[in-house]
């Protein structure tokens, strides 16, 4: 069973900076795609940023690019998502989230099978 645990949230000040983690467990040889996504209550799970599996490819949310990175160390089968110069609109759980692909085509929260339990990103103006 894939098993992926995110790590990193809290909250930080509108310009700050913070890095989530996650790791992921239960691939029994290659690693796979995986994509990071947020979501504020009563809204949609929004697609944030998605990593191939090489680490060739990454894809960004129009909101987010120029401001958060995403990398892998697959020795270590963990992604992360670097998160520069937050706004207070950046406030979600995120989660990341794994399915069976190598790339990041079309990467959506229907594409995608195993899920993190998610982790409180707060913003303060």
């Known amino acids: 069973q894939v098993q992926l645990v995110e790590s990193g949230g809290g909250l930080v000040q509108a310009g700050g900076s913070l890095r989530l983690s996650c790791a992921v467990s239960g691939w029994k040889s290659d690693p796979y795609v995986v994509a990071w996504f947020r979501q504020v209550p009563g809204k949609e799970r929004e697609g944030v940023s998605c990593?191939?599996?090489?680490?060739?490819?990454?894809s960004y949310a129009d909101s987010v690019k120029g401001r958060f990175a995403i990398s892998r160390d697959n020795a270590e089968n963990t992604v992360y998502l670097q998160m520069n110069n937050l706004k207070p609109e950046d406030t979600a759980v995120y989660y990341c989230?794994?399915?069976?692909?190598?790339?990041?085509?079309?990467?959506?929260?229907?594409?995608?099978?195993?899920w993190g339990k998610g982790a409180l990103i707060t913003v303060s103006s």
């Open positions: 990593i191939s599996a090489s680490g060739a490819a990454t």
């Open positions: 989230a794994t399915n069976w692909n190598y790339y990041c085509s079309g990467y959506a929260s229907h594409n995608m099978i195993y």
